[in-house]
């Protein structure tokens, strides 16, 4: 066997591994970025549906990390009753202990103050996934995390949760805590929940600490069927709008392929001389 066969196969094995892990990535389950649409980006998956008992939220135009993208602006008040925002019937779509959920979003008013971001117990409970009073990424009651939220300025969120009762919450594609708990599994409540609503943005309307709820911008909504790995995550923050879990990164693709042609080159060189 020569030397250019043996670069030719050691690339070819360097491949399968790379398009291999490629392949075990995860992949979003629904997607929706909000192009005048609550309709999923992926055919026969389930819609968003509108929370706007003030018929004041719409579509409008807006720059997210530098492009201009088209947004839904959720518009409503602190009152239970009149907030704004959106759910999402995940029955048949994802594991109840054991996904993911990724957003990009711009909240707009009452800084310094519990704002909720996502809800699994069809608003009647007030634990759940906020931004806190000190303006950064909390799973209530539970534990809050480092990183800082600024009103006005989009972020990318993701809030992982596994079976093992370990939830992970990413601001801009950095761990803000990790906790031991199932408050964020979405089978939790079905009592109240039977149809494993997730709730974006809308805060309990039973219980104590209502009134938790800001306006804001929504540009992508993503979940995944499992539980997004940490480089996963970060490499969803770096360009949300442009790849995927699935996707392999630009430096591991020209990686291989630097590989491949110097290996490939070399080996060449030396069966001329020989």
Known sequence: MTRFHNAAVACALFGAM??????????PAAS???????AAVEAGKPALAQIDPQALSQFESDTVFGQGRTVYHFNGSTVPANQAGLTLNTTGLLTPNNYSAEIVVELLDRPN??????????????????????????LFPTSGGSGSFSNSVYHHIVVTDASSNTVNAYLDGSLAFTASTSIMHLNSDLANNP???????????????????STGKIAL???????????????LARNPFGTSAATPEPGNISLLVGMCLSGGMFAVRRHRRK
């Open 18 to 27: 790379l398009c291999a892990k490629t392949t075990l990535a995860q992949t």
């Open 32 to 38: 929706y970025l909000f192009n005048n649409t609550f």
């Open 221 to 235: 909504a993503r979940v995944y069927d499992g539980v997004l790995t940490a480089p996963q995550v970060s490499a």
């Open 195 to 213: 149809n494993a609503l997730l709730g974006y943005f809308l805060d309990n309307t039973a219980g104590g600490g209502q009134g938790e709820y």
């Open 113 to 138: 103050s519990y704002r909720r971001l996502l809800d699994v117990q069809n608003r009647q409970s007030d634990a759940g996934f906020y931004v806190n009073p000190g303006n950064n990424l909390e």
